[in-house]
């Protein structure tokens, strides 16, 4: 049977917040445009504590080889269960990245505290908590209501989304803080990511956070020999609505 394939969907607020509420995330959480990752200036207008942020990235060498030696060393992931620490999706659906990176974003952290109940977002959470990696997986890919946010939103945006290469299109990241750690979330890797502790007063738009998550991977593009002046990437923080 041919792999279920998806438009890839553009990481901009507007498409985010119509995704969030079709799935049932609470109305007084939204996203917005990240447009620096140091000027303090340029991130005020994000209420504070931020509580994702979904970042979409090209797969340039540098990183492509972090990833490959990174999961070369980690067991197939196992964890499952109330007491596993996020909860993550191996991505099998094609060009889904952003759909799984919203869900990562929304179902781990703060962020579940603005489930709605009965909503679509709270049954997938239940539903994936008791089971493996590859049952979850199963789950969500035959998940009817979670094809239909999706595709409810796939046209929306202000550009053309290019699908045809991953690698040009680049990768969904989540960051989510959960029991004081800094998480990376990506479905197409071997696992949740754990990169680092963060005190009380920190989150995913923290300097800290920040040089642990994203600032990471520009750092790797740079010593890899790239131009990180080129490496253009979106970044949207989720925080209560103003």
Known sequence: MEKKTWKMLENNPDVMDRLAAKLGLSSSLQFYDVYSLDDPGLLAHIPRPALALLVIIPLTAAWDQNRKTEDERKEIYAGCGPDEPVI??????????????????????????????????????????????????????????????HKSVQEAGDSLVDSSSERNGGHFVSFVKSGGKLWELEGSRKGPLERGSLEDDEDVLSPRALELGIKRIIALNASGGGDDEELRFSCIALARKI
């Not at 977002?121 to 199963?138: F, H, K």
């Open 88 to 149: 993550w999706f191996k991505q099998t659906i094609g060009h889904a990245c952003g759909s799984i990176g919203l869900l990562h974003s929304l179902i781990n952290g703060p962020a579940v505290d603005f489930i709605e109940p009965d909503s679509d977002l709270a049954s997938i959470r239940t539903q994936a908590i008791p089971l493996d990696m590859t049952r979850r997986a199963e789950m969500l890919y035959n998940n009817e209501a979670f094809e239909v946010a």
